[in-house]
Every structure is written in structure tokens, then in C-alpha cells.
């Protein structure tokens, strides 16, 4: 069996966490302080972290199409992160506008791909930029072997579960003393069966607007 495989990469945030100065970014104060937008070091030449990451998925033959999920009226500053010969990749790239969340983004993202049809999608976070050419090709085998895989790395803390009874201070009580041997934390990209993975988003909708339940990863 033939598979298609596309990626969604996600740059529609507004990088809020990072507290980025704007005499930084190589697009001036039109950009804000959105991390995807800013220049790397200028030993790997003009690259930006969105296009670091998108070079990446660009590089590997098996990705027909990819989509990059952004804010709208941020179309131009995206595509000027790319790598010139990227710029005028018509039909490969497609820009979408993302939603009001991370979920939704991805939703909508999903939905651009419907006319496509791809077998399989790989979804990551635009604002990590060095992300290999081995661990998508990785994934890419693992999402059609299993359905659906996710990276994960080790957690090097000690984590603790708190119960919060509303006291000030944002003070708690430690609840349970958590193994971190047995704990990850969630990377990207994750690769999922395509039409199972619109099934899982379009619950995911419903659960959202009738419960208020917030999906804050994908798998």
C-alpha cells in the first residue's frame, strides 16, 4: 500500500511565554514577539526558526504537502522566514489561518488537507526549530506501523502533584511525590493515521464546546 504523507506546522501562537525584545526579530516591530520569526545564530546563515523548521520537513522526499498554520495578516512576514528556494514552493506550502487554540489550529489545518487525502500527518510546533531529518523519517515509519506515535524525552526534574485548596500566594500541599522514571514530557512531531486523526479533532470540537475541556497536545 502507497502512503501520502503530509506535516502541519503550527506558528499561529503568539510566542506570550517567551518575552522576546523586538530589536531582535528580523521583520521589526510589524512581528511582534513571535519566536518562529526570529533570526538563529548567524553561523547557520538567514535562517529563522520557522524556517529552520520547515526547511526540515521540506528536505525529506516522503512529505508531498505541507501546511503552516499562522495569525491572520501574518502571511508575508511567514513566508519572507523561509529559504528563498522554499518562498515560491506553490502547491507544496500552504498557508492557513489558525484558531483561537492550539486544537482548533490543528483542526483547521486538517480540514485544508481534506481535498489532498493524505494517508498520514505529521503536526510540530513551529517554534522548534531543530527538529531532524532522522526523527521525522522516524516517525513517519512509526505512525504507519501504529496508527498514531508521539517523541517524548525523560523528565530530569522531580515531580510533584499539588492540591491547591485556593489558598494566596498560589501556595499548595503536596499531594503525591510523582516517579519520574516513569514520566515523559511530550515533543513534536507526532504522526498520526490522517482520517483518524480528523475523527479524534472533530470529537475533540464537540468535547470542547459542550464540556469546556481544554486539549493543550495533540496525541
Known amino acids: 500500500m502507497s502512503h501520502k504523507i503530509a506535516a502541519i506546522i ?3 501562537g503568539s510566542s506570550s511565554r517567551m518575552g522576546a525584545c523586538e530589536s ?37 522526499t516522503e512529505i508531498g504537502s505541507i501546511v503552516i498554520a499562522i495569525k491572520e495578516g501574518e502571511e508575508d512576514i511567514a513566508r519572507s522566514c523561509l529559504p528563498r528556494e522554499l518562498q515560491g514552493s506553490q502547491g507544496k506550502i500552504i498557508f492557513t489561518i ?16 481534506k481535498e489532498i487525502e493524505p494517508t498520514h500527518v505529521l503536526v510540530h510546533d513551529g517554534a522548534r526549530p531543530w527538529v531532524s531529518l532522522n526523527l521525522i523519517k522516524q516517525i513517519i515509519k512509526a505512525s504507519i506501523l501504529n496508527g498514531a506515535v508521539i517523541p517524548v524525552l525523560p523528565l530530569v526534574e522531580t515531580p510533584k502533584e499539588l492540591k491547591t485548596p485556593g489558598l494566596r500566594n498560589d501556595i499548595g500541599f503536596i499531594e503525591r511525590h510523582l ?24 470529537k475533540a470540537a464537540e468535547k470542547e464546546a459542550s464540556d469546556s475541556i481544554e486539549y493543550t497536545d495533540d496525541a
Open 98 to 113: 489558525g484558531g483561537p487554540s492550539r486544537r482548533s489550529t490543528v483542526h483547521k489545518a486538517l480540514l485544508c488537507l
Open 179 to 202: 516517579r519520574r522514571e516513569s514520566l515523559y514530557t511530550a515533543q513534536t512531531p507526532q504522526g498520526f493515521a490522517y482520517p483518524d486523526f480528523l475523527k479524534a479533532q472533530e
Open 24 to 60: 531582535m526579530l528580523p521583520f521589526g516591530r510589524m512581528s511582534g514577539q513571535k519566536k518562529e520569526f526570529l533570526p538563529l545564530p548567524s553561523s547557520l546563515g538567514q535562517l529563522t526558526v520557522l524556517g529552520s523548521a520547515v526547511t526540515a520537513f521540506a528536505s525529506c
Open 10 to 12: 503550527c506558528a499561529a
